[in-house]
């Protein structure tokens, strides 16, 4: 109410909250590459410790900035990709994993 300077009431703000939550029909979640990355490393078959050097890479995406311009699905890819090419192991992005994307 003190943001709006008292134009609505309590019971109208929730009222004009509840219509929109309803819109959106209560989904207000956002997909993180942490799923994306769970999707794409099954397809791949990779090993365990693969999937653990992509979270890594995951991790330090986070803290850096300017890496919020990417979607969820390129960082995902890009450090299961790398993490591949770190351990010398061949990988091609075969129809399973595009049809995942």
Known sequence: MYITDRA???SEILE?????LKTL???TNHCSSYRFL??????SES????LNMARYLLEL???E?????????ILAASA??????IVKKPFNWNERLSETS
């Not at 004009?16 to 929109?20: D, H, L, P, Q, V």
């Not at 900035?65 to 699905?73: A, C, T, V």
């Open 16 to 20: 004009c909250e509840y219509k929109m």
């Open 25 to 27: 029909e209560f989904d």
């Open 80 to 85: 299961l990709y790398l993490s591949m090419k």
């Open 61 to 63: 995406s986070l803290v």
């Open 38 to 43: 769970m999707r794409y490393w099954k397809v």
């Open 47 to 50: 090993d365990v410790f693969i």
């Open 65 to 73: 900035y300017r890496m919020l311009m990417h979607s969820p699905s």
């Open 8 to 10: 609505y009431s309590k």
